[in-house]
């Protein structure tokens, strides 16, 4: 079993609906529903199943967290405010106990990938062990100032668990997890401060998480040694925080648009794309045009190979939403 769950999908700051725009949805899905002539309560669940799942419950508003289970071992990158919706979960097992372990992979420490870490609970129970692991050297920095006034009123020093620091080295691929066969693999994004994605092996099975990065390097030549990141993959997360033109204009802003995902995919033979990172700016709307966009894009760049003759991979790409979970 390896599998990938999305607790959080939006870029850069929590995005909840304000109560107009939930309002909004409600109105509409009204008008929709008696547009179709629908009239009695065993119509709903037809109606929500033909919608398009962003139509009916959105792209998700929390921030990067994602987690991993590889047989008996389990870990977590980005502690973003998706940490959430993952925590009642961590708490029914030995980490509401004070007697569990967990692994958290850190991709940088900008807000939208650590917020989630004050709120996490299990940090404030003695016996539980905490393992930080991340290739910047300034991380027990980072969490020292994290857990000091007045950005939060308790100290690191107080925290009741252990905190366990970890410094993962470039491109070194290091075994995760006592019972071993899950490979996990630091690669440089391209982002304005050093990011780090991961590539994850598992039993012949890979996925990338490649966010936040603007992919300013798409060759093989440019990608250099962050090339294995890409190669071969079954799934690759990326960030697709913007349209095309937005890109171009937000340039050296560290975010990408899904065309760039697109283009790596088609090139390294990658099966499955989930394009997150939400732009916390834009609508349901915007993100779904994005992804039509995207779309348009991916069909032009298929009949362009075909037409040079090549015979063009096909990838199952999306913009994923929150909740999204991969089964390789
Ligand atoms: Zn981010
Ligand atoms: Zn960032």
């Given at each position: 079993m390896f599998k990938l769950k999305l607790w959080g999908t939006r870029g850069s700051i929590p995005t909840p609906y304000t109560p107009e725009e939930v309002e909004s949805r409600i109105r509409d899905l009204f008008h929709r529903f008696f547009a179709r002539k629908h009239h009695a309560l065993e119509d709903v669940e037809p109606f929500l199943h033909e919608l398009q799942r962003h139509e009916f419950g959105?792209?998700?508003?929390n921030t990067a967290c994602v987690e991993v289970k590889a047989g008996d071992t389990q870990l977590i990158i980005d502690a973003g405010s998706g940490l959430k919706g993952l925590l009642p979960e961590l708490m029914k097992g030995p980490l509401g106990r004070g007697q569990g372990e967990v692994h958290f992979y850190f991709t940088h420490f900008h807000w939208d990938h650590i917020i989630g870490l004050p709120f996490f609970?299990?940090?404030?129970?003695?016996?539980n062990k905490i393992h930080l692991h991340a290739v910047q050297k300034d991380l027990p920095a980072m969490m020292k100032t994290l857990f000091q006034k007045p950005f939060f009123p308790v100290p690191l020093e107080s925290l009741g668990a252990t905190i366990v620091y970890h410094e993962l080295e470039p491109r070194k691929p290091v075994t995760v997890g006592a019972q071993g066969g899950l490979t996990l693999t630091p690669y440089l994004l391209d982002h304005p401060d050093p990011c780090w994605g991961y590539r994850l092996d598992y039993q012949g099975k890979s996925a990338a998480y490649c966010v936040d990065t603007e992919g300013t390097r798409i060759s093989e030549l440019l990608l250099g040694d962050d090339l294995p990141m890409y190669q071969h993959l079954d799934l690759m997360i990326f960030d697709s925080q913007y349209t095309i033109e937005e890109a171009i204009q937000k340039m050296n802003w560290g975010h990408a648009a899904a065309a760039i995902g697109i283009d790596l995919a088609l090139r390294e033979h990658i099966r499955k794309v989930a394009f997150v990172?939400?732009?916390?700016?834009?609508s349901d709307q915007k993100i779904a045009d994005a992804e039509k966009q995207a779309r348009e894009y991916y069909h032009f760049e298929i009949k362009a190979l075909s037409k040079s003759g090549v015979k063009a991979p096909h990838v199952d790409w999306f913009f994923a939403r929150e909740g999204d979970e991969f089964s390789l």
């Open positions: 959105g792209w998700g508003g609970t299990p940090l404030y129970i003695p016996g990172h939400h732009d916390p700016m834009a």
